[in-house]
């Protein structure tokens, strides 16, 4: 059964910095990673997906890496600001179907 | 732009009642699934569906039902809601291998 893990659970930064989230997942036969951010009492928001033949993928600030032979994916936040405090969350797609698997997310903390 | 609408953001009901969460979707996605959320436990589906009147068990289906009887609408079904269903219910939908859309959330409390 796929298992996905993001460490660090909760992160806290000054504003301006440049930070990695993590993610890894158990079983490398995936179609998919895709992360998400979720702002308190919402649903979930698309950010990147990244297809399994894919290394990276990159929206303004955002970019996301996948090693699938490692089990791993990063999303990297550069410049981070205020309005990037969220959770953030990373689901996997197997290719056996459409489930996603989620991690449990790392919720970001960005200081003024 | 994808718009899932969940009928209600907060719902309160007893013990023992019939609930019924409806979700919408406007983009005539094939897939869509429910998901409840949990401190501690992340998201876990529920059950999914990848066409009309087609559904599929998620990890935890047990005091659940879903109903898909047009491409657009996927409701799920408390037969008799107990007190360990209080979470959060999220719906959402997706064309096949693309990114997941989702609603804004219903909380509900079973008291």
């Known amino acids: 059964k796929q298992e996905v893990t993001q460490i660090p659970a909760a992160l806290s930064v000054p504003e301006g910095e440049n930070l990695v989230l993590n993610c890894s997942f158990t079983?490398?036969?995936?179609?998919?990673l895709q992360w998400f951010r979720q702002d308190p009492g919402k649903g979930l928001t698309s950010l990147l997906l990244?297809?399994?033949?894919?290394r990276e993928q990159t929206s303004g600030r955002l970019n996301a890496s996948l090693d699938k032979s490692s089990g791993r994916s990063t999303l990297y936040i550069a410049a981070s600001q205020p309005g990037d405090s969220a959770t953030y969350l990373c689901?996997?797609?197997?290719?056996?179907?459409?489930?996603?698997?989620f991690g449990e997310g790392t919720q970001l903390t960005v200081n003024p | 732009d994808v718009k899932v609408t969940q009928s209600s953001r907060y719902l309160v009901k007893r013990t023992g009642e019939k609930v019924f969460l409806e979700c919408v979707q406007d983009?005539?996605?094939?897939?869509m699934f429910w998901y409840r959320q949990d401190p501690g436990l992340g998201l876990r589906l529920i059950y999914f569906?990848?066409?009309?009147?087609?559904?599929e068990k998620g990890d935890i289906p047990e005091g659940y039902s879903v109903s898909r009887e047009k491409k657009e609408r996927f409701s799920l079904i408390l037969e008799s809601a107990s007190t360990n269903q209080t979470s959060m219910y999220l719906c959402?939908?997706?064309?096949?291998?693309?990114?997941?859309?989702f609603g804004n959330g219903t909380r509900l409390t079973v008291t």
């Open positions: 959402a939908s997706s064309l096949l291998y693309s990114p997941l859309h």
């Open positions: 079983d490398s036969a995936i179609y998919n």
């Open positions: 990244i297809q399994s033949s894919q």
């Open positions: 689901a996997v797609q197997e290719t056996s179907g459409s489930r996603l698997t």
């Open positions: 983009m005539d996605h094939e897939n």
């Open positions: 569906s990848y066409d009309v009147k087609m559904k």
